[in-house]
C-alpha cells in the first residue's frame, strides 16, 4: 500500500487564484465561527473578495504564496514584511522582518474551488 504523493509547488500568488484563494479563507473563517462563536463572528458581507486579494498581491510589505497542487490551490501563507524597529530585534542588521500573519490550509473539500 504506497502512498498517494503529489508534487507541492510553492509560488507567489495571482490574481487568477482569487477565487481559490476566497474559498480557503471562507473555509478557515468558518471553522474558527463554528469553535468560538463567542470570539469570531460572520461579516455582513463576504468573508473574501476579489478587491482585498488583488489589494494584498500589490502591497509591497506583503508576501502572499500559495501551494499549488497539480495546478490547484491547496493552501496558502500570507506574510507582512516591516521595517524592524532601532533597538528592538535581537538582528539589528537584518533591516526588515518578515511575520506570517495567516496560513491556510483546505480540508479538500474546497481545494479544487476557482479552477
Same mark, same amino acid.
Given at each position: 500500500?504506497?502512498?498517494?504523493?503529489?508534487?507541492?509547488?510553492?509560488?507567489?500568488?495571482?490574481?487568477?487564484?482569487? !477565487?481559490?484563494?476566497?474559498?480557503?479563507?471562507?473555509? /478557515?473563517?468558518? $471553522?474558527? @465561527? *463554528?469553535?468560538? %462563536?463567542?470570539?469570531?463572528?460572520?461579516?455582513?458581507?463576504?468573508?473574501?473578495?476579489?478587491?482585498?486579494?488583488?489589494?494584498?498581491?500589490?502591497?509591497?510589505?506583503?508576501?502572499?504564496?500559495?501551494? !499549488?497542487?497539480?495546478?490547484?490551490?491547496?493552501?496558502? /501563507?500570507?506574510? $507582512?514584511? @516591516? *521595517?524592524?524597529? %532601532?533597538?528592538?530585534?535581537?538582528?539589528?542588521?537584518?533591516?526588515?522582518?518578515?511575520?506570517?500573519?495567516?496560513?491556510?490550509?483546505?480540508?479538500?473539500?474546497?481545494?479544487?474551488?476557482?479552477?
Amino acid at each position: 500500500m504506497g502512498k498517494d504523493i503529489r508534487a507541492i509547488v510553492i509560488r507567489q500568488a495571482i490574481a487568477e487564484d482569487n !477565487d481559490a484563494l476566497c474559498a480557503i479563507i471562507d473555509e /478557515v473563517d468558518s $471553522l474558527h @465561527r *463554528d469553535r468560538m %462563536p463567542h470570539i469570531f463572528q460572520k461579516p455582513p458581507g463576504p468573508v473574501c473578495d476579489r478587491e482585498y486579494i488583488l489589494g494584498l498581491l500589490a502591497d509591497d510589505n506583503v508576501g502572499f504564496f500559495i501551494a !499549488d497542487v497539480e495546478g490547484q490551490v491547496a493552501g496558502f /501563507v500570507h506574510v $507582512l514584511v @516591516r *521595517d524592524t524597529p %532601532p533597538g528592538r530585534s535581537s538582528y539589528p542588521a537584518a533591516g526588515r522582518l518578515s511575520t506570517v500573519w495567516r496560513l491556510g490550509v483546505s480540508s479538500g473539500d474546497t481545494a479544487l474551488a476557482g479552477r
